[in-house]
């Protein structure tokens, strides 16, 4: 059973630019997380999914930033007119049913780097 | 705001030396508590959880936490360190009615020979 999977591993953008970063979630899990790790920091909660549903959307930032979690597909994380503080890695977390309880299964993440 | 405090962002141990690593949360109601280890350049792997029952958790790889209410901490702790130990280790915190994961800022663990 393949783990969560997130691509590209690494990317890079200039300033300006739009970046996107998916996410699979293991085979079964209906409920998508995305995190961000500044440099130095912990993992910060940005937005909580399940198909075709947004649940949490308390940690993402106002403007540029969105997210989806289409019927069909991965969930897209998506940044637009990407700025330098965008540079951070992006993990991608899934669990089978939500709630508390239920571990939440991380991704390799993606690594940005702004220029 | 709630959070989560992990003491020393860095640890170094000898082989075969007794782990600690610290963590405390401010809830007024308990949470769940959570340690991930995380490798160079992978995701976070969960090491343990605690939820309700016991307090003193098991998890993978020799380690084990205690959850103590009174302190409001969560210890991570292995009797004997191996060098395959060598990661960052992140305690995290679920609060009550949310699902969304409140990370410390993690440690970082060296195991010399």
């Known amino acids: 059973n393949a783990g969560v999977m997130q691509n590209p591993r690494h990317l890079v953008r200039r300033r300006g630019q739009e970046a996107r970063l998916r996410c699979s979630p293991m085979?079964?899990?209906?409920?998508v997380y995305w995190y961000r790790q500044l440099p130095e920091e912990g993992l910060k909660f940005m937005v909580y999914?399940?198909?075709?549903?947004?649940?949490?959307e308390s940690g993402m930032p106002k403007e540029r930033f969105s997210a989806e979690f289409p019927k069909e597909g991965p969930s897209i994380l998506r940044i637009q007119q990407v700025v330098r503080g965008d540079s951070a890695a992006y993990f991608c977390?899934?669990?089978?049913?939500?709630?508390?309880?239920?571990?939440?299964?991380f991704g390799p993440g993606t690594r940005l780097t702004v220029l | 705001a709630q959070s989560v405090t992990q003491l020393g962002s860095h640890v170094s141990v000898s082989e075969g030396a007794l782990v600690l690593l610290r963590c405390n949360y401010s809830?007024?109601?308990?949470?769940?508590l959570f340690w991930y280890v995380q490798y160079p350049n992978q995701g976070l792997q969960l090491l343990l959880k605690?939820?309700?029952?016991?307090?003193l958790v098991k998890g993978i790889n020799g380690f084990e936490a205690e959850f103590k209410k009174s302190e409001t901490s969560f210890h991570l702790t292995k009797p004997s360190a191996h060098m395959s130990d060598a990661a960052e280790y992140f305690c995290?915190?679920?609060?009550?009615?949310?699902?969304?994961?409140?990370f410390g800022t993690g440690t970082r663990l060296q195991v010399f020979p």
């Open positions: 977390a899934s669990s089978p049913a939500g709630g508390q309880l239920d571990t939440q299964y």
């Open positions: 809830s007024s109601v308990p949470p769940y």
């Open positions: 995290a915190v679920i609060l009550y009615n949310t699902d969304k994961l409140i």
């Open positions: 605690y939820t309700t029952g016991a307090t």
């Open positions: 085979k079964g899990h209906s409920h």
């Open positions: 999914l399940q198909k075709e549903n947004i649940i949490d």
